[in-house]
């Protein structure tokens, strides 16, 4: 498992590092930086007996993995283009849940406060 933050870079005047096959997952575009993303990432490799099997292809539609919701989030954000309708089927969702989180419709779309 490897977890790490998330860079956010410009692709069209950066370089998408190499040499480490979890890049590509810890990678994003810049205009996402406000989102300052943890990632876990798991890779499982297929074996043959007690070795890795380099010659079979797996692709697993992901792990799922017991994760404690109270520590993980801390406020739950929707977009600031979101309709109303969504935002109330979050907050039903956070309720039913009994999440007890905040969630807050982003003000990113408004005017800035001068």
Do not use: C
């Amino acid at each position: 498992m490897h977890i790490g933050t998330v860079k956010y870079i410009d692709y069209e005047t950066e370089w998408l590092p190499e040499r480490y096959s979890f890049n590509p997952f810890l990678h994003k575009r810049k205009s996402f930086e406000h989102e300052r993303e943890l990632r876990a990432i798991i890779q499982k490799f297929p074996t043959k007996g007690d070795e890795i099997d380099l010659t079979q292809e797996i692709f697993d539609i992901g792990a799922y993995i017991n994760v404690d919701l109270y520590t993980l989030i801390e406020k739950i954000f929707i977009s600031p283009t979101a309709p109303k309708w969504f935002n109330d089927v979050v907050k039903s969702i956070v309720n039913k849940y009994d999440l007890e989180k905040e969630v807050i419709q982003s003000s990113l779309a408004e005017g800035p406060v001068y």
